[in-house]
T-cell receptor, first 112, second 117 residues
Framework: KQEVTQIPAALSVPEGENLVLNCSFTDSAIYNLQWFRQDPGKGLTSLLL?????REQTSGRLNASLDKSSGRSTLYIAASQPGDSATYLC???????????FGTGTQLKVEL | GAVVSQHPSWVICKSGTSVKIECRSL??????MFWYRQFPKQSLMLMATSNEGSKATYEQGVEKDKFLINHASLTLSTLTVTSAHPEDSSFYIC?????????????FGSGTRLTVV
């Protein structure tokens, strides 16, 4: 059974800092990995999608890497802003339209 | 592209009544949709997989008679919470991915906050 863990569970940083969120999964037979952001009381917003054949994806200040063999992914946020405050979730997909397995989430707070 | 619309965004109902939540894929077709439940400060818990034209697949521990799922078309899935009780109060979210495009990733609805009083 696939298990996905995110470290740290919570993180508080001053504005402007670069930070790294970690995601690890136990079964490396994944099709893709997706990073999401969730604001309180809201749905999930997809940030980055990495296919299993890819090593990283970038979007603006966000960069996600994937090391499938070691079962790890990182989300790098450059020059953090208060608007980045949210819960970040990673999820792995087995492909074929099958269900995602979610991580436990990292609650990020960026302070002025 | 790949927008999922979920309605209502919040609903308050009396104990014993039923509530229907809709999940629509606006610009793509989805053979499969997923329904999640989320408790405060916890991650998403998959409730069921909704399959167009066939019965939904429920996760272990989820009562199929309480959480009725209908996926009558390639763009609409509904979740009906029957005879709702206060313990059913939660945040419900649906998701979908374009049919036949497994590398596209999943798009989520904005969620529905259900409060049963």
């Amino acid at each position: 059974k696939q298990e996905v863990t995110q470290i740290p569970a919570a993180l508080s940083v001053p504005e402007g800092e670069n930070l790294v969120l970690n995601c690890s999964f136990t079964d490396s037979a994944i099709y893709n990995l997706q990073w999401f952001r969730q604001d309180p009381g809201k749905g999930l917003t997809s940030l980055l999608l990495i296919q299993s054949s890819q090593r990283e994806q970038t979007s603006g200040r966000l960069n996600a890497s994937l090391d499938k063999s070691s079962g790890r992914s990182t989300l790098y946020i450059a020059a953090s802003q208060p608007g980045d405050s949210a819960t970040y979730l990673c999820a792995v997909g087995p492909g074929g339209g099958n269900k995602l397995t979610f991580g436990t989430g990292t609650q990020l707070k960026v302070e002025l | 592209g790949a927008v999922v619309s979920q309605h209502p965004s919040w609903v308050i109902c009396k104990s014993g009544t039923s509530v229907k939540i809709e999940c629509r894929s606006l610009d793509f077709q989805a053979t499969t949709m997923f329904w999640y439940r989320q408790f405060p400060k916890q991650s998403l818990m998959l409730m069921a997989t909704s399959n167009e034209g066939s019965k939904a697949t429920y996760e272990q521990g989820v009562e199929k008679d309480k959480f009725l799922i209908n996926h009558a078309s390639l763009t609409l899935s509904t979740l009906t919470v029957t005879s709702a009780h206060p313990e059913d109060s939660s945040f419900y979210i649906c998701s979908a991915s374009p049919s036949g495009q497994a590398n596209y990733g999943y798009t989520f609805g904005s969620g529905t906050r259900l409060t049963v009083v």
